[in-house]
T-cell receptor
Framework: RKEVEQDPGPFNVPEGATVAFNCTYS??????FFWYRQDCRKEPKLLMS???SGNEDGRFTAQLNRASQYISLLIRDSKLSDSATYLC??????????FGSGTRLSIRP | EPEVTQTPSHQVTQMGQEVILRCVPI?????FYWYRQILGQKVEFLVS????????KSEIFDDQFSVERPDGSNFTLKIRSTKLEDSAMYFC????????????FGSGTQLSVL
């Protein structure tokens, strides 16, 4: 089983829609989780950390389910600028940070 | 905002040649990483570095790869004898004073091996 698994997509949704992605992880000892976004051929950039209690940042909501070992990202009122690849990230060990293969999101006008 | 800088942005080399990719992490960061991304594929962990030594490395990071922090500011990745399959974007990243902090990435070096 891969350490971090994501649905590759692409998700193609209209502007204004709500879209959600899930990501599963295999290491039950993982402590830290993040969502990054990556634009085409650019470096990954932190979107948000994921906390046990769930957290929200504007239109973005992240949730962690330790029992089922998945994290989720919800984007409300999607904008054209949200088109990107969303990367699920976890700490596999103290110094090994693993990226999922990413979920591609395309927002259409 | 402080940033991680990488040079060069593009590197073209012949198969079998040695290349050195350079990175300047954020100045008060203590954890340093190299990742690579082959075109159209995922971001892959290569190596992490802390306290002047390798903390962890992946199976990709074989004997042809090495890392150094020669002068307290630069962090380099050397590929001794490049192969065609080493062609990729190489990202350097750093994080702060404790583990589990977020990563800051450089803008990458696109390595093309001919």
């Amino acid at each position: 089983r891969k350490e971090v698994e994501q649905d590759p997509g692409p998700f193609n949704v209209p502007e204004g829609a709500t879209v959600a992605f899930n990501c599963t992880y295999s290491n039950s000892a993982s402590q830290s989780f993040f969502w990054y976004r990556q634009d085409c051929r650019k470096e990954p950039k932190l979107l948000m950390s994921v906390y046990s209690s769930g957290n929200e940042d504007g239109r973005f909501t992240a949730q962690l389910n330790r029992a089922s070992q998945y994290i989720s990202l919800l984007i409300r009122d999607s904008k054209l600028s949200d088109s990107a690849t969303y990367l699920c990230v976890t700490y596999s060990s103290a110094s090994k940070i693993i990226f999922g293969s990413g979920t591609r999101l395309s927002i259409r006008p | 905002e402080p940033e991680v800088t990488q040079t060069p942005s593009h590197q073209v080399t012949q198969m079998g040649q040695e290349v050195i990719l350079r990175c300047v992490p954020i100045s008060n960061h203590l954890y340093f990483y190299w990742y690579r991304q082959i075109l159209g594929q995922k971001v892959e962990f290569l190596v992490s570095f802390y306290n002047n030594e390798i903390s962890e490395k992946s199976e990709i990071f074989d004997d042809q790869f090495s890392v150094e922090r020669p002068d307290g500011s630069n962090f380099t990745l050397k590929i001794r004898s490049t192969k065609l399959e080493d062609s990729a974007m190489y990202f350097c990243a750093s994080s702060g004073r404790s583990i589990n902090e977020k990563l800051f990435f450089g803008s990458g070096t696109q390595l093309s091996v001919l």
